[in-house]
């Protein structure tokens, strides 16, 4: 069965950073689009980053383009995400979600309720 596995958050001041992963199994992990998405407290989920799954193209909600780098390394089943800079407005708990296919990854990360399997999130902290 498919199974995501996020780690790597915790509490960070402002400017410092973090690397979240996302370790994925059961599933032809090549062939998936992957995102990663936060849940701001009170607020809805929302898309952060997405890689496709084969073309390696990317995408960045505007707020953390420039601070936030998400890369995949196909080989160790493996999805990460580089947050430097981090800023109060980062504090969400952040989740890795996978959708079958090559997708758009502007679509994916406009619509991430789309995305057919998550795993349990992390929590990132940013204090002032």
């Known amino acids: 069965e498919v199974q995501l596995q996020a780690s790597g958050g915790g509490l960070v001041q402002a400017g410092g950073s973090l690397r979240l992963s996302c370790a994925a199994s059961g599933f032809s992990f090549d062939d998936y689009t992957i995102a990663w998405l936060r849940q701001i407290p009170g607020k809805e989920r929302e898309g952060v980053s997405c890689i496709s799954s084969s073309d390696g193209n990317t995408y960045y909600k505007n707020s953390v383009k420039g601070r936030f780098t998400i890369a995949r390394d196909n080989a160790k089943n493996t999805v990460y995400l580089e947050m430097d800079n981090l800023q109060t407005e980062d504090t969400a708990v952040y989740y890795c979600?996978?959708?079958?296919?090559?997708?758009?990854?502007?679509?994916?990360?406009?619509?991430?309720?789309?995305?057919?399997?998550w795993g349990e999130g992390t929590l990132v902290t940013v204090s002032s």
């Open positions: 979600a996978v959708k079958p296919g090559r997708w758009n990854v502007d679509r994916v990360c406009r619509y991430p309720l789309t995305m057919d399997y």
